[in-house]
């Protein structure tokens, strides 16, 4: 560089400049090659550490592999099953939208944000969602019982504000319970659901007397 700028003049100045875009070039190439592999690190030591049940640390990692790619709908989706296994569904909500935006028919997002709404007693956001699972896959199970669980729900709440208006506050109670239970079963299921193929495990068994 030093002897470009004794040259002089435009010579000078282009010899600086093809120089720069050299030495821009090198470090790029070595930037770009050490961030893939970096993020697939971060992602299988997330990965290991979610299985481990380190959360913690496995959330570390998957936070740099959203900076590393924040592209990739499949990381937001691992990182969000993070967050629902330290029971923080709220912080899993988001990463679930950016991975439906990135990747809208990716069902298993749609699914798992489905189960958080229903959990927050937005029925009918969750509603939205286990017929987008539908209309893709007709026969899908998990979105067929998760739809019932809307109805049940939303009978349970109109059937609680009844009971109390009538003062009939035992009924309204009952009724609360068994919102309460639909809620935590919303709850159970999308964290199963949402771990097992991560972590290569089969379809949870789901014990409804817990």
Same mark, same amino acid.
């Given at each position: 560089?030093e002897r470009c700028?004794?040259?002089?003049g435009?010579?000078g100045?282009l010899?600086s ?5 050299v ?10 090659g050490?961030?893939?592999a970096?993020?697939?690190h971060?992602l299988?030591?997330?990965?290991k550490l979610l ?15 959203v900076?590393?790619?924040?592209e990739n709908?499949?990381t937001y989706?691992?990182?969000?099953a ?6 923080? +569904?709220?912080?899993a909500l988001?990463?679930?939208t ?8 990716f069902?298993?997002?749609r699914?798992?944000r489905?189960?958080i709404?229903?959990k927050q007693?937005?029925?009918q956001e ?6 987008m699972?539908l209309?893709?896959s007709a026969?899908?199970k998990e979105?067929?019982e998760?739809l ?6 939303e009978d349970f709440q109109?059937?609680?504000? +009844? ?15 068994r919102v309460?239970?639909v ?5 159970f299921?999308?964290l199963?659901?949402t771990?097992?193929?991560i972590?290569g495990?089969g379809s949870p068994?789901?014990?409804r007397?817990?």
């Open positions: 560089m700028w004794r040259t002089g435009a010579s100045l010899c400049l093809s120089l720069l875009c030495l821009l070039d090198i470090q790029l190439d070595g930037v770009l050490a961030s893939h970096e993020i697939e971060h299988e030591m997330g990965r299985a481990a049940g380190q959360l913690a640390e496995a959330l570390s990692h998957y936070h740099s592999a900076e590393g790619d924040s709908y499949l989706y691992k990182r969000a993070v967050f629902l296994a330290m029971g923080r +569904s709220k912080s988001p990463d679930l950016r991975a439906i935006q990135l990747k809208p028919d069902l298993p997002a699914l798992q489905g189960n709404l229903l007693g937005s029925s969750a509603r939205e969602d286990f017929r699972v209309q893709r026969d899908h979105a067929q998760q019932m669980k809307v109805s049940d729900l109109e059937e609680a504000q +009844s009971a109390y208006h009538q003062g009939d506050y035992s009924g309204t109670i009952s009724a609360l319970d309460i239970e809620r935590w079963t919303a709850s299921v999308e199963h659901c771990l097992a193929p972590l495990s068994h789901r014990n007397q817990q």
